[in-house]
Nanobody
Framework: QVQLVESGGGLAQPGGSLRLSCAAS????????MSWARQAPGKGLEWVSG????????YYADSVKGRFTISRDNAKNTVYLQMNSLKPEDTALYYC??????????????WGQGTLGTCSD
């Protein structure tokens, strides 16, 4: 069965970095786009970033553009989110999501359980 397992969350100071990983199994990762989304405490779900199945193009929410980088290693069945220049407002539960097709502009059909990233002094 499809599984997405996020890791790498933790505590970072403002201006610091975290690198999230999403280990995928149960499907051929190279055939599907992937995305990251987040939910801050008391707020709704926010899309963060997406990447094509072959990694040829990436997309970011305005709130993270220039600070976050999504990437993938299809040979390792893993998707990453490098988060730099963190701000307290980046504190959230971060989810990895599988997109239905090879392009990221589509619905999601599977989600991970989330990993908590906290930015605080």
């Amino acid at each position: 069965q499809v599984q997405l397992v996020e890791s790498g969350g933790g505590l970072a100071q403002p201006g610091g970095s975290l690198r999230l990983s999403c280990a995928a199994s149960g499907f051929t990762l190279s055939s599907y786009a992937m995305s990251w989304a987040r939910q801050a405490p008391g707020k709704g779900l926010e899309w963060v970033s997406g990447i094509y199945s072959d990694g040829r193009d990436t997309y970011y929410a305005d709130s993270v553009k220039g600070r976050f980088t999504i990437s993938r290693d299809n040979a390792k069945n893993t998707v990453y989110l490098q988060m730099n220049s963190l701000k307290p407002e980046d504190t959230a539960l971060y989810y990895c999501a599988k997109v239905r097709f090879s392009a990221p502009h589509s619905d999601y059909d599977y989600w991970g359980q989330g990993t908590l990233g906290t930015c605080s002094d």
